[in-house]
């Protein structure tokens, strides 16, 4: 057994292990003048320090905030290539759509995607994945979604199954656009092949689908989450962000656990993601980076829905290294208060990829913590550019 007594900590914010909704995400519980107890890579006890139980070990921390580590519940950290030159388009005014729908974009991401090898892509991915540890991630999901056949997916998620146990990755298997020929086969692939064998080999554990007048249909999303399903697979979905097409409906119906982007989601889709326990997951880095309106979490929160927030990290759509800088532009974007960026960017998170055991500071959740530079827990969302954020912490081991 391993015991360490963390100590000299002069705020610990604790946040309340599970999912959280509406007025419950401000309610954070904030500890001065702390201690944090580890056993074996889970938390044994926390409380104020003068009646901290005594450890075989202590660490003292320095008199620094501590805040649970982060998870980023939605990235595309694989990829090969750049998007350079659409972002030089777009800043001369083509839209994201359009040139999607030219060929270029998330098309020319998978051509450069599929021509590398399961190497290749581990050496590209790692360093975006050391960004965000930086920035206090503690877990993060990674999705496939630029092979432009199966063997390019597949190619994709082997390289996030290598770099899992450094990075406390969660493979997400997404289903992007369609090829622009015989695309009823494609989604008969997907449902017949694609998916059963991931499913077989735990290649993910969630489906994900674009669901977006330039990707996938309503339907097409229904057949391949109904694909999923019986392959044990859980779903996630990337809606609403150009168009309301009824995708935020049909996943909510279907017990999906996250739906993604929602710019432009509006009251039904609002009412629909509160009445139900799938996470409204928002991603401000596409609000920043493409200009699009902030999708509307205020309104979320207020209506009773699971907010949590992503980086989106992508080339094209949000690159984004950084889960606090996610947090920090929520509140200036989504007008998020701290403490709802905070567990949103934790416990929410960590639901939205099914997870319960971790995001917060609590008796028996993993003891993954981040030690901030600051004495003020506020400073997590507050900073801008900076990194807030001095050690991080993943089962209880620096990383
Ligand atoms: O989450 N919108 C669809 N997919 C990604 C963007 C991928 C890309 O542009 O390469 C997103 O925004
Ligand atoms: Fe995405």
Redo the contacts with the bound molecule.
Sequence with gaps: MTETLYTNIAQLVTARPGPQRGAAMRDLQVIPDAALLVRDSVIAWVGERTAAPAAAHTHDLGGVAVVPGLTDP?T?AV?AGD?LA?FEARISGVP?EEI?ARGG??RS?MRATAAASVEDLIALARPRLQALRASGVTTAEVKS??GLDFGAERRMLTAVRALQPEFGLVPTL?I??PPTEARAEYVQGVCEDLIPQVAREGLAGAVDV?C?KE?FTVAETRRIFTAARAHGLKLKL?AD?FQTLGGTELACELGALSV??LEASGAAQVAALAASDTVATV?PG?TLH?GLPAAPARALIDAGAILAVGT?L?????PLFSAQLALALAVRLNGLTPAEALTAGTVNAAHALGLTDRGALAPGQRADFLALHSADWRDLTYTLGGNPVRDVFTGGTPA
């Excluded at 992508?314 to 949000?318: K, L, V």
């Design positions: 939605h595309h990829w998007r659409d994201y999607l974009g998330i991401t979604g630029y997404l992007h656009v674009f977006e990707a990337h962000q993604d982007h991603l596409v493409l989106d992508n080339p094209g759509s949000s």
